[in-house]
């Protein structure tokens, strides 16, 4: 319960709750501000950017006039927020939700009476251009109001009087039991005509069949069903619908490490989290969203296998270039804030052994992409026999000099692997020989160079020391069997040398050389690695504690951060994180007596 102040303290990552409508999305602090929203896609421009600096940056914020305590929660089964505000003279609800996109994308906040009779406020700052254009305001002859900055127009709607003050309008209003008033926020093109009002109530019960006609696919059960549903509810969020994209946050620079410079823009889909995602979306019963997925990672490979990117846009774009919004202080002062993402232009081995192993999981599953993946696979595959000997920036994209990673041969160890076992599994033509011997050729080079036999442990990098979470997956991907002592003496050294307040490292950024100051928190995908490498040799207690510690960790509303600061106790990185979700799903399942990943990429056919 937080208690109103007249300048209430500035919103923690854990603050937050999302809204979306599977083509961008919003996030809501407790005291009802909207504090971030891209309009109309994931990857636009903000409109609201006060999450990167402050109100003047760009924020909606309805809430009672005088101290109040807040709580809410999700609608079961829905991403429906509803946050109740509580005061001396009553109470009120405030329900947020975005329908489900038609024509237009629309943010609906609909005020509802509870008890007694309480004085409200509202604050809508748009702010255009991440927080940097003031757009035109003008009063329209139905009384809506018209906001428009070049491309871009909003449009609010509400039986509210409301009124411009200081460059941004405001409203003072009263709400009795039984009463509600709608707010709606509406956006198009500016060269568009308005788009069309309508009414709150049935947008809400349209919102709320929709979510919980989806939900009801599931095929979810068991001891964590709620947890994993509603992680399920925010991948499915977090899905751009057009093309079946999934954005690894709906943020952009959230700090790895407060006051630091480990900000990054996240709005893009990665291939490093390919397979995991295709494994969660089958395994739970959406196999709809699970070949939007394939589909959406088909086009956006396609074409010469030498230019592959570890990551694209939501729309398979390619062009991710990097820039600093310097106008921005930054998430409590985190500079610099970057949009678009410099990484998209790096090597890195592991996406092409991720690749492959997500056309294989595929094909398993019953998904059969047609047969131009496969040639596109059999050129993957060449491209793997020249390069995968070559140092990269690896799956953690360091901005330091390339490095011979462990992980990344390994899994140019797994495109080969998943070659053979595609065609002998699939009747697929390829030079099944010459690659058994690449496959025996990679191994012996990893065993060579990137096993530390004095420790015990795979390392890093070759002839390296540091350690890697990413090393965790090395008998889930089936490099090393689950019994064999190496794989185990590496798990049980990322114990000892990369667990900080019992969570998983990455990394120890003191003794990487990534380009950047050392210090981040514990990356939580991380965590569920560890979990998953515990169950895998039948640590089966142990994978559990790490499982129930790990949805401890989650906000009052269910969400994930990418990273957890274990001496602060809070939420570090881009928020809400896909590979956060997705690792719960995964782990879920690991826990479960059937459809576990952990044997689905194991597994020797």
Same mark, same amino acid.
């Given at each position: 319960?937080?208690?109103?102040?007249?300048?209430?303290?500035?919103?923690?990552?854990?603050?937050?709750?999302?809204?979306?409508?599977?083509?961008? =999305?919003?996030?809501?602090?407790?005291?009802?501000?909207?504090?971030?929203?891209?309009?109309?896609?994931?990857?636009?421009?903000?409109?609201?950017?006060?999450?990167?600096?402050?109100?003047?940056?760009?924020?909606?914020?309805?809430?009672?006039?005088?101290?109040?305590?807040?709580?809410?929660?999700?609608?079961?089964?829905?991403?429906?927020?509803?946050?109740?505000?509580?005061?001396?003279?009553?109470?009120?609800?405030?329900?947020?939700?975005?329908?489900?996109?038609?024509?237009?994308?629309?943010?609906?906040?609909?005020?509802?009476?509870?008890?007694?009779?309480?004085?409200?406020?509202?604050?809508?700052?748009?702010?255009?251009?991440?927080?940097?254009?003031?757009?035109?305001?003008?009063?329209?002859?139905?009384?809506?109001?018209?906001?428009?900055?070049?491309? /871009?127009?909003?449009?609010?709607?509400?039986?509210?009087?409301?009124?411009?003050?200081?460059?941004?309008?405001?409203?003072?209003?009263?709400?009795?039991?039984?009463?509600?008033?709608?707010?709606?926020?509406?956006?198009?093109?500016?060269?568009?005509?308005?788009?069309?009002?309508?009414?709150?109530?049935?947008?809400?019960?349209?919102?709320?069949?929709?979510?919980?006609?989806?939900?009801?696919?599931?095929?979810?059960?068991?001891?964590?069903?709620?947890?994993?549903?509603?992680?399920?509810?925010?991948?499915?969020? @977090?899905?751009?619908?057009?093309?079946?994209?999934?954005?690894?946050?709906?943020?952009?620079?959230?700090?790895?490490?407060?006051?630091?410079?480990?900000?990054?823009?996240?709005?893009?889909?990665?291939?490093?989290?390919?397979?995991?995602?295709?494994?969660?979306?089958?395994?739970?019963?959406?196999?709809?969203?699970?070949?939007?997925?394939?589909?959406?990672?088909?086009?956006?490979?396609?074409?010469?296998?030498?230019?592959?990117?570890?990551?694209?846009?939501?729309?398979?774009?390619?062009?991710?270039?990097?820039?600093?919004?310097?106008?921005?202080?930054?998430?409590?002062?985190?500079?610099?804030?970057?949009?678009?993402?410099?990484?998209?232009?790096?090597?890195?081995?592991?996406?092409?052994?991720?690749?492959?192993?997500?056309?294989?999981?595929?094909?398993?599953?019953?998904?059969?992409?047609? /047969?131009?993946?496969?040639?596109?696979?059999?050129?993957?595959?060449?491209?793997?026999?020249?390069?995968?000997?070559?140092?990269?920036?690896?799956?953690?994209?360091?901005?330091?000099?390339?490095?011979?990673?462990?992980?990344?041969?390994?899994?140019?160890?797994?495109?080969?692997?998943? =070659?053979?076992?595609?065609?002998? @599994?699939?009747?697929?033509?390829?030079?099944?020989?010459?690659?058994?011997?690449?496959?025996?050729?990679?191994?012996?080079?990893?065993?060579?160079?990137?096993?530390?036999?004095?420790?015990?442990?795979?390392?890093?990098?070759?002839?390296?020391?540091?350690?890697?979470?990413?090393?965790?997956?090395?008998?889930?991907?089936?490099?090393? =069997?689950?019994?064999?002592?190496?794989?185990?003496?590496?798990?049980? =050294?990322?114990?000892?040398?990369?667990?900080?307040?019992?969570?998983?490292?990455?990394?120890?950024?003191?003794?990487?050389?990534?380009?950047?100051?050392?210090?981040?928190?514990?990356?939580?995908?991380?965590?569920?690695?560890?979990?998953?490498?515990?169950?895998?040799?039948?640590?089966?207690?142990?994978?559990?504690?790490?499982?129930?510690?790990?949805?401890?960790?989650?906000?009052?509303?269910?969400?994930?951060?990418?990273?957890?600061?274990?001496?602060?106790?809070?939420?570090?990185?881009?928020?809400?994180?896909?590979?956060?979700?997705?690792?719960?799903?995964?782990?879920?399942?690991?826990?479960?007596?059937?459809?576990?990943?952990?044997?689905?990429?194991?597994?020797?056919?």
């Amino acid at each position: 319960m937080a208690e109103a102040t007249e300048k209430p303290p500035r919103s923690q990552i854990a603050d937050y709750g999302l809204i979306g409508d599977c083509e961008t =999305a919003a996030l809501v602090d407790r005291n009802g501000s909207i504090d971030w929203l891209c309009w109309p896609r994931f990857d636009s421009d903000a409109c609201f950017a006060a999450l990167l600096g402050d109100e003047s940056n760009g924020a909606w914020k309805i809430s009672p006039a005088g101290a109040f305590t807040a709580s809410r929660k999700y609608r079961d089964g829905t991403l429906i927020l509803e946050t109740v505000f509580e005061t001396a003279e009553g109470a009120v609800a405030l329900i947020d939700f975005m329908p489900p996109r038609g024509d237009a994308s629309h943010i609906v906040r609909i005020i509802e009476g509870r008890r007694g009779k309480v004085s409200m406020r509202m604050d809508l700052i748009l702010r255009f251009g991440y927080g940097l254009t003031i757009p035109w305001v003008s009063r329209l002859d139905d009384g809506a109001l018209r906001a428009i900055a070049g491309p /871009s127009m909003a449009v609010l709607r509400t039986p509210v009087h409301t009124k411009g003050e200081h460059m941004r309008t405001v409203a003072e209003f009263d709400v009795a039991e039984g009463e509600q008033l709608p707010f709606v926020l509406s956006h198009s093109a500016s060269h568009l005509p308005l788009p069309e009002p309508f009414d709150a109530n049935e947008a809400l019960a349209a919102t709320e069949t929709f979510w919980r006609e989806w939900l009801a696919r599931s095929k979810v059960e068991g001891e964590h069903a709620e947890a994993v549903q509603r992680s399920l509810i925010v991948l499915k969020a @977090m899905t751009y619908a057009p093309t079946g994209g999934l954005v690894a946050a709906p943020t952009t620079s959230l700090p790895e490490q407060f006051g630091g410079e480990r900000n990054w823009d996240y709005r893009f889909c990665w291939i490093r989290d390919s397979t995991l995602t295709l494994l969660s979306m089958m395994n739970s019963g959406y196999y709809e969203e699970a070949s939007e997925w394939l589909g959406w990672l088909q086009r956006a490979v396609a074409g010469d296998p030498a230019a592959m990117q570890i990551m694209y846009g939501i729309g398979g774009e390619r062009r991710l270039t990097e820039w600093t919004a310097d106008w921005l202080p930054g998430h409590e002062h985190s500079a610099p804030v970057r949009v678009g993402n410099a990484a998209h232009e790096q090597f890195q081995l592991d996406v092409y052994g991720e690749l492959m192993d997500t056309f294989h999981q595929a094909r398993r599953g019953g998904l059969h992409p047609p /047969s131009s993946v496969w040639e596109l696979q059999l050129a993957l595959v060449d491209h793997v026999a020249k390069v995968w000997n070559e140092p990269d920036e690896g799956i953690w994209e360091v901005r330091g000099p390339r490095q011979r990673f462990t992980y990344s041969r390994v899994m140019a160890w797994v495109a080969v692997d998943r =070659a053979i076992k595609s065609a002998e @599994m699939f009747d697929l033509k390829g030079p099944v020989e010459a690659w058994r011997a690449l496959c025996d050729q990679i191994r012996a080079d990893v065993m060579a160079h990137g096993f530390d036999a004095s420790r015990n442990t795979f390392v890093q990098a070759y002839e390296g020391k540091a350690l890697d979470a990413s090393l965790l997956l090395l008998g889930q991907v089936g490099f090393l =069997a689950a019994d064999d002592s190496r794989f185990i003496g590496t798990v049980e =050294a990322i114990e000892k040398e990369l667990l900080v307040g019992g969570f998983v490292q990455r990394y120890p950024t003191e003794k990487t050389n990534d380009g950047l100051p050392p210090g981040e928190g514990v990356f939580l995908a991380c965590s569920f690695w560890l979990a998953d490498a515990y169950a895998l040799i039948g640590r089966d207690d142990d994978a559990r504690d790490m499982f129930e510690r790990l949805l401890a960790l989650r906000n009052d509303l269910g969400l994930l951060a990418e990273e957890y600061d274990p001496i602060a106790k809070r939420f570090a990185g881009n928020f809400p994180q896909a590979f956060s979700h997705i690792g719960l799903v995964n782990t879920a399942a690991n826990l479960a007596p059937s459809h576990k990943p952990n044997d689905q990429r194991s597994a020797k056919g």
